[in-house]
């Protein structure tokens, strides 16, 4: 079924051109209650790239979200060319539906060549090889998370700690969030493709070391969370149909925010991506 929802992911990413430097871009089958940010992300930096030549890869992605989008309808993407030269590009990318503003993005592309390398290390976690799937983790909580249940799963997930949703039904705490990812089946060999299926990714996770920290879960307790802005760096080149570690975990919440942040390692510990989101996260104690 993931490989099915793959095809989806890419078909949703096929973006069909719309007049000058604009596309317009769909929703899949199975959406929540508002357009899902990654979704909305991914397609920004697809129209940004598609804009941009295939020499120049991509740097950095920053999306500030202003409003939510209605699943039942097609997005608008308005690509500004903000600036070009031989090593790096910027654009600016508006996504409006029905005329409304639903969010900005500005995306850098840049080839850098050779210079000093390093990064931090990858956590110690179990190979994904005999974890646990998604659908596994689900199993008994099916009443408790219905919208994970039922939401597109173009990606495997296999966690090396528990999910929020078993870590509250031990009644623990994690202050952390470790996460393999992979395409359930081959990609195309489109370097935007990749880029783009891990900033979908990176936006399906992040938030959990929030609640998380407080012993909370989706579904058990009663959260309101929304995504305000959200800043993606690209380090080294994305291999999305192989295996990558997603590490995150929360430095603070206060006034009602909280911020998550994290990397994208591959299985050589190497760090392919760096991701810093914040959300508007509210607790309803007694609610759940």
């Known amino acids: ?132 799937t998604i659908e596994d983790l689900l199993v008994g909580y099916e009443q408790t998370v219905p919208l994970f249940v039922e939401a597109l799963k173009p990606i495997q997930w296999r966690y090396t700690n528990d999910p929020a949703w078993v870590m509250r039904d031990k009644g623990d705490r994690l202050e952390h969030n470790r996460v393999w990812m992979t395409a359930d089946a081959p990609m195309p060999e489109d370097p935007v493709l990749h880029a783009a299926a891990l900033v979908y990714s990176s936006d399906t996770t992040v938030l959990d070391s929030i609640i998380t920290t407080h012993g909370l879960s989706w579904g058990f307790d009663r959260i309101f969370a929304v995504t305000m802005n959200h800043s993606v760096w690209f380090h080294r080149p994305i291999c999305f149909d192989e295996w990558v570690l997603y590490a995150t975990s929360s430095p603070v919440a206060a006034d009602s925010r909280g911020l998550s942040s994290g990397h994208f390692f591959d299985t050589d510990g190497r760090v392919l991506a760096t991701i810093v989101q914040e959300g508007i996260v509210k607790h309803f104690p007694g609610a759940g």
């Open 1 to 132: 079924m993931s490989a099915e929802h793959l095809e989806e992911l890419l078909t949703v990413l096929a973006l069909r051109p719309d007049g000058e430097d604009a596309f317009t871009g769909s929703h899949p089958s199975r959406n929540p209650v508002r357009t899902f940010g990654g979704q909305m992300m991914a397609q920004a930096f697809v129209a940004a790239s598609r804009t941009v030549s295939p020499k120049l890869p991509p740097s950095t992605l920053s999306m500030h979200f202003i409003a939510g989008g209605d699943p039942t309808k097609d997005l608008h993407f308005q690509v500004v060319r903000l600036r070009d030269e031989r090593r790096f590009a910027n654009r600016r990318v508006d996504v409006t539906q029905d005329g409304v503003l639903l969010g900005t993005a500005l995306v850098s592309h840049l080839a850098g060549g050779r210079g000093l390398e390093h990064n931090v290390p990858a956590p110690q976690v179990p190979h994904p090889d005999g974890l646990p």
